[in-house]
């Protein structure tokens, strides 16, 4: 189930993306090989930007590939990484579920707008927020999980002694 799960939701990226691609190549052909830009593209590319990007957040790149400033982590002993990780989790976890009630009020309230050029409602446009929310709520749960029952060393590398 998970990794049909994590192929799914990798497929959903690479559509999304692909999608992305495609709209850009349109602009593109559009504005230079005929001189007449449609705007359409111009918001549709941001629209799937923005979903490309909190989707693959929230659900296709893994933990350990997100940008981190880990210099003085990584000089740390394992006992005080795994500290700083379950800190970390709780934390960003913490204030990722802190911040959806109020994220998906927001998102909500704006179904009733709708994007200029294509009038998609803005919940649309906006509800990878709340999905990326959820998926670092999630991961932080799982990494305290791991934490507790000693199986986190797994997720930097770390080999358990």
């Known amino acids: 189930m998970r990794s049909w799960l994590k192929r799914g939701a990798e497929a959903v990226g690479g559509g999304l993306f692909v999608l992305l691609f495609l709209v850009f190549l349109v602009q593109i052909v559009a504005r230079f090989g005929f001189d007449r830009p449609l705007p359409w593209t111009d918001e549709l590319a941001v629209v799937l930007y923005v979903w490309v990007i909190l989707w693959s957040t929230a659900f296709v790149v893994p933990q350990r590939e997100h940008v981190a400033f880990d210099l003085v982590y990584n000089a740390m002993p394992a006992g005080v990484r ?9 934390l960003f976890g913490g204030l990722a579920l802190w911040a959806l009630p109020a994220s998906w009020d927001y998102i909500r309230f704006m179904a009733r707008e709708g994007t200029p050029v294509l009038g998609l409602p803005f919940m649309a446009v906006f ?3 709340a999905l990326m929310l959820v998926g670092v709520v999630a991961r932080s749960a799982h990494t305290l999980w791991r934490i507790a029952r000693g199986l986190d060393h797994e997720l930097s590398g770390e080999v358990k002694a």
Request: charged share 15%; net charge positive.
């Open 82 to 90: 795994r500290v700083f990780r379950g800190l970390a989790a709780l």
């Open 127 to 129: 509800l990878p927020f």
